[in-house]
């Protein structure tokens, strides 16, 4: 089956850096584009960025432009979130995600997501 395991959360003052990362496994990781997604206590989970299959499209929210990067390394089944100049705004849940079925777009719709991993905690210190 499907399994995602994301790792690199933790606490890190405002201004800092952090590199999250979405370990793939059950199926070809290359077919399927990858998204990051964040819930913060009493809010709804809300898209962060996505990436296509291949790396080359990317999408992100307004509120990480410039400041988030996605990436994804097909060879070690892995995608990336480097995260700059954090804010406290930013502290949430962090959780990546993935379709069900093959596609060569770029979703960021939640509902066009299947397969979740358990989430890694961001914290972000004023």
């Known amino acids: 089956q499907v399994q995602l395991v994301e790792s690199g959360g933790g606490l890190v003052q405002a201004g800092g850096s952090l590199r999250l990362s979405c370990a793939a496994s059950?199926?070809?990781?290359?077919?399927?584009?990858m998204g990051w997604f964040r819930q913060a206590p009493g809010k709804e989970r809300e898209f962060v960025a996505a990436i296509s299959r291949g790396g080359t499209s990317t999408n992100y929210a307004d509120s990480v432009k410039g400041r988030f990067t996605i990436s994804r390394s097909n060879a070690k089944n892995t995608v990336y979130l480097q995260m700059n100049d954090l804010k406290p705004d930013d502290t949430a849940v962090y959780y990546c995600?993935?379709?069900?079925?093959?596609?060569?777009?770029?979703?960021?719709?939640?509902?066009?997501?299947?397969?979740w991993g358990q989430g890694t905690q961001v914290t972000v210190s004023s």
């Open positions: 059950g199926r070809t990781f290359s077919y399927y584009p």
């Open positions: 995600a993935s379709p069900r079925l093959p596609r060569l777009d770029v979703p960021f719709a939640r509902d066009e997501y299947e397969f």
